[in-house]
């Protein structure tokens, strides 16, 4: 289970655990209720995330496309150096805001 904390149409969700195969449905379904929701501009805290795979980083594309198809926003906070390093090889953050745990 992830940790939400929400405000009107902004969220913010900390999932629980590492956004790899075995555990990526739980927090798509959470994502995906929030934007069923209202939610407009989501952060996606991973201060608890060592490991995220392609299954990962699927979710999280789908949850910024679903975002943008509402007018919304994401952003990535608190990203291990790993993890920083990978969105910018793939420059995931040329399309939304990716920060570190500096």
Same mark, same amino acid.
Request: net charge neutral; hydrophobic share 40%; aromatic share 6%.
């Given at each position: 289970m992830?940790?939400?904390?929400?405000?009107?149409?902004?969220?913010?969700?900390?999932?629980?655990?590492?956004?790899v !195969? $075995?555990?990526?449905q739980?927090? =798509?379904?959470?994502?995906t209720? &929030?934007?069923?929701?209202?939610?407009?501009?989501?952060?996606?805290?991973?201060?608890?995330?060592?490991?995220?795979?392609?299954f990962?980083?699927?979710?999280?594309?789908?949850t910024?496309?679903?975002?943008r198809?509402? !007018? $919304?926003?994401?952003?990535?906070? =608190?990203?291990?150096?790993?993890? &920083?390093?990978?969105f910018t090889l793939?420059s995931?953050?040329?399309?939304?805001?990716?920060?570190?745990?500096n």
């Amino acid at each position: 289970m992830s940790e939400i904390s929400r405000e009107e149409k902004k969220a913010t969700i900390t999932p629980g655990q590492d956004l790899v !195969s $075995g555990h990526v449905q739980s927090f =798509k379904n959470e994502l995906t209720q &929030l934007i069923n929701d209202g939610v407009k501009d989501m952060v996606i805290d991973l201060s608890n995330v060592e490991m995220l795979d392609s299954f990962g980083i699927g979710v999280i594309l789908y949850t910024f496309k679903n975002l943008r198809k509402n !007018s $919304g926003s994401l952003k990535i906070v =608190k990203a291990s150096d790993d993890i &920083l390093h990978m969105f910018t090889l793939i420059s995931l953050d040329k399309h939304f805001a990716v920060s570190g745990r500096n």
